[in-house]
């Protein structure tokens, strides 16, 4: 027996989307269809994925629970073993392990307006919940999705996005960062942060979900501040250098909290004294 | 507590080396190390406590702590072959000793527990804690590094000891069980049964040892330690350091890791947050980029966020990072810093 709180599961890509030039999305099937059928997660969570002779990277899991079969994963082109994923063919097998860390508090979002806002590859980390929340639409008070990148060209999940901007019940309002329009963009041009002040969100009855870039959050973080926002109702998913997921390795360690096990969601309200740490 | 003559407690590891693997202080080139003794060899390796005028005047200490039988520093978790995961590491069966391992360390195994046992448990590390019978050893004479007392410990502890032994005069051992095993261990241990004689000279030598230990690590009140969190002390004190890792890697309480693949070979590595790789994320975010900010790393996850969530710190005193930092940062003189600066009315 291995130490089998390391040992991954066999999955194969079944279906790779290309998204950007340097973001891949991966549906993945267990080889062993009783694993498969067992596999459960709550938006939020995230996976340990590996390529054998390359290694292993964290990756949150984009598709929504309720997809059962196979798991989905986004994968951004930028060290290492994201660089081995992204050379894999489809059918091509790799390890995962996993679910872990916590999950989106969707009980206390029950009833409040929710506004995502996004950056770049951040949108992975909220694409579960976004599709659970709207299979749920009636649950929820008004939803706004705020999804920014730096150029046209980085915009991931396109037919996605597409089908949020047709419906009528979600404001999906696209923006990307002065310099990357191009000239049909039909979209906001400015950064995400600046774009959410504009928006004006009402303070008392929006609960706020954010993921991006650190930078990002960061700004973000800082106008929801002047727009007066209690810190309990902003949302942040952090990423951070993970190992074990199990809050042994020590690598996620930021104050007496482990982003993998104690995360990777956060209010703002439980992060706000180490945003100049980790932000 | 039972005197157990020298030979005799020989006899009885000599037998184990039988059926069990016996870790213990062997010299190499004049310093002493915990390692696995050869069974061919015996117990020739094996180095034995001295008490007594021949004794040297502070108790020789070995390099390394006993955690690397526990959370060994390479472990080869399995191979990733086409055909599947071959696994490489078995959980531990074989019946393992450990001898004269010291307060500090026994006490330190109980620290990683609270890692490694809690809420996901380590099935490598539960079973190498479950089939090894730690037989601790007394310290009568504390170095001048050591300052365990300071921090809940002592040269007498015997947290996270089986069995207890006590070097005494005439090449003898006053052994006192401390666990279940630690009782049946000594049931095979023939002697006297120690009397109000040995008693008292137990507490002599409990008192001259706790005495010896000079040092004593200030710890600042949690609130003042987050109060000199961003103060401009961090870069003073770790200008020197050159982030070799050492500290970490002798230290009995630190365990954070790497995973890595060496070929199809996944491993489990030691790793420390002194490297500069340590929170480097692929696309180069590190929220440690300052040397300065990886030292500090080490002394909050120690004695303030560890404390935090395990309630106990994260450190047994034993000076390890001290007696080996090769450029001679002491952990006492930094943590203590704080509280004179703060005594000092110094600004965070």
Not at chain 1, 197 to 222: F, Q, W
């Amino acid at each position: 027996m291995p130490t089998q709180i390391y040992t991954p599961y066999a999955a194969r890509i079944e279906e790779l989307r290309i998204e950007t030039r340097d973001v891949k999305t991966l549906r993945l099937v267990f080889q062993d269809q009783e694993v498969g059928k067992n596999f459960s997660f709550q938006p939020g969570q995230f996976l340990e994925l590996s390529v054998p002779g390359e290694g292993e990277a964290t990756f949150c899991l984009v598709s929504s629970p309720k997809e059962r079969g196979y798991v989905e994963c986004s994968v951004k082109r930028v060290g290492l073993v994201t660089e081995a994923i992204h050379r894999l063919d489809q059918n091509a097998l790799v390890g995962l392990r996993g679910p872990y860390g916590n999950s989106f508090p969707l009980k206390n979002m029950e009833g409040r307006d929710l506004i995502f806002v996004a950056g770049g590859i951040g949108l992975a980390a909220l694409r579960s919940l976004i599709r659970v929340v709207l299979s749920r639409r009636e649950d929820f008070g008004s939803i706004r999705i705020l999804y920014g990148a730096r150029s046209v060209a980085d915009l991931v999940y396109r037919e996605e996005l597409e089908q949020w901007q047709s419906r009528k019940d979600v404001d999906t309002v696209l923006t990307v960062d002065p310099g990357g329009e191009t000239a049909e963009w039909k979209g906001k041009i400015g950064f995400v942060p600046a774009m959410l002040e504009k928006l004006n969100p009402d303070r008392h009855s929006a609960t706020v979900i954010t993921c991006g870039p650190p930078i990002m959050i960061r700004y973000v973080l800082a106008a929801l501040d002047r727009m007066g926002f209690d810190p309990q109702s902003v949302i942040t998913t952090l990423e951070m250098k993970m190992k074990c997921g199990l809050g042994h390795c020590g690598r996620c360690n930021v104050g007496p909290l482990y982003v993998c096990k104690d995360g990777p969601v956060f209010t703002y309200a439980q992060i706000k004294e180490f945003v100049e740490q980790i932000l | 507590m039972r005197i157990v003559e020298q030979k005799v407690l020989a006899k009885l590891v000599q037998c184990c080396l039988a059926d069990s693997e016996i870790i213990a202080p062997v010299e190499s080139e004049g310093r002493l190390y915990f390692q696995l003794l050869d069974p061919e060899q015996g117990l020739v390796e094996l180095v034995w406590p001295e008490v007594g005028d021949s004794a040297p005047p502070e108790d020789p200490l070995t390099v390394n702590s006993i955690k690397e039988f526990f959370f060994p520093r390479r472990q080869e978790l399995y191979e990733q072959r086409p055909e599947g995961i071959i696994p490489r590491t078995a959980p531990i069966e074989q019946k393992r000793l450990l001898l004269f391992a010291r307060p500090c360390e026994t006490r330190a195994l109980t620290i990683l527990d609270r890692v490694f046992l809690g809420e996901t448990q380590d099935d490598f590390y539960k079973s190498a804690r479950q089939n090894t019978t730690v037989v601790g050893l007394h310290c009568l004479r504390p170095d001048r590094y050591c300052f365990c007392t300071s921090l809940g410990g002592g040269p007498f502890g015997t947290e996270g000891m089986d069995l207890s032994l006590t070097p005494i005069a005439g090449e003898r051992f006053l052994v006192t069980p401390v666990s279940e095993k630690g009782e049946a261990l000594l049931a095979s241990l023939s002697g006297q049964e120690a009397g109000e004689a040995e008693q008292k000279a137990l507490e002599i030598l409990r008192n001259n040892a706790e005495a010896a230990i000079r040092r004593r690590i200030q710890l600042p009140e949690p609130k003042t330690m987050a109060e000199y969190f961003t103060s401009e002390y961090w870069k003073e004190v770790s200008r020197a350091c050159i982030a070799c890792g050492i500290c970490s890697y002798l230290c009995p309480t630190c365990h954070c890791f790497d995973i890595v693949d060496e070929g199809y070979l996944r491993l489990r590595c030691w790793d420390t947050c002194s490297s500069d790789t340590f929170t480097r994320m692929a696309a180069g975010e590190d929220h440690r980029k300052q040397k300065h900010t990886r030292y500090r790393q080490r002394i909050y996850h120690k004695f303030s966020y560890f404390k935090e969530n395990f309630d106990t710190h994260s450190c047994v005193g034993c000076g390890r990072c001290t007696r080996h930092c090769p450029v001679k940062i002491d952990i006492v003189e930094i943590v203590n810093g704080i509280g004179g600066l703060a005594a000092g009315g110094g600004k965070p």
